[in-house]
């Protein structure tokens, strides 16, 4: 199985201030075939289920706000927030879909320092 | 919309079997494949297969093969999880796969369903 680690597991950031989360995979999820990354990103906020924020490490989805953007490449990802708002407190998960099973990483929860 | 709306929150007895549904609409089922991944309370996400919408051909993962069946009927997709334990107390989400030609990425998910193993 393919691990995906996360770092950190909590961080706190001042509204306005940028929050960055780190990926991990212990295989590369590039797949060479069409040079695309085969991770996402996703919101959850208390009670409520996970959001597809990002696909392809880079591709934001419909309706998400700019300030989200995924970036790296074969075993390292980021996932940063330009400018923390209050709505984006939540526990962020990636995911790799390069290959079965589909594995998450532990979760990084955002709070409002 | 696309909507994917899960039937109610469940207890059962360890042993015994449970049965979640995930009823989709706002999109053509057989284009896209359903997933189900749960969430034990205060923990993260466990992807645990899914199915075909055109085909109803199966993936599931190692740790449940055996023991979880899904099914697929018009625009339906059933989670039949046996032998319950109380590690299998969880909320179970279904959510709609987005293929990538090799693995799923999932948008959107239902709104989960709490099963609850006790006796």
């Known amino acids: 199985d393919i691990v995906m680690t996360q770092s950190p597991d909590s961080l706190a950031v001042s509204l306005g201030e940028r929050a960055t989360i780190n990926c991990k995979s212990s295989h590369s999820v590039l797949y060479s075939s069409n040079n695309k990354n085969f991770l996402a990103w996703y919101q959850q906020k208390p009670g409520q289920p996970p959001k597809l924020l990002i696909y392809w490490a880079s591709t934001r989805a419909s309706g998400v706000p700019d300030r989200f953007s995924g970036s790296g490449s074969g075993t390292d990802f980021t996932l940063t927030i330009s400018s923390l708002q209050a709505e984006d407190v939540a526990v962020y998960y990636c995911q790799q879909y390069y290959d079965t099973p589909v594995t998450f990483g532990q979760g990084t929860k955002v709070e409002i320092k | 919309q696309v909507q994917l709306v899960q039937s109610g929150a469940e207890v059962k007895n360890p042993g015994a079997s449970v049965k979640v549904s995930c009823k989709t609409s706002g999109y053509m089922f057989i284009n896209y494949h359903i997933s189900w991944v749960r969430q034990a309370p205060g923990q993260g996400l466990e992807w645990m297969g899914w199915i075909s919408g055109y085909s109803g051909n199966t993936n599931y993962a190692p740790k449940f093969q055996g023991r979880v069946t899904m099914t697929i009927d018009t625009s339906t997709s059933t989670l039949d999880l046996r032998s319950l334990r109380s590690d299998d107390t969880a909320v179970y989400y279904c959510?709609?796969?987005?293929?990538?030609?090799?693995?799923?990425?999932?948008?959107?998910w239902g709104q989960g369903t709490l099963v609850t193993v006790s006796s």
């Open positions: 959510a709609r796969g987005e293929s990538s030609g090799r693995g799923l990425w999932f948008n959107p």
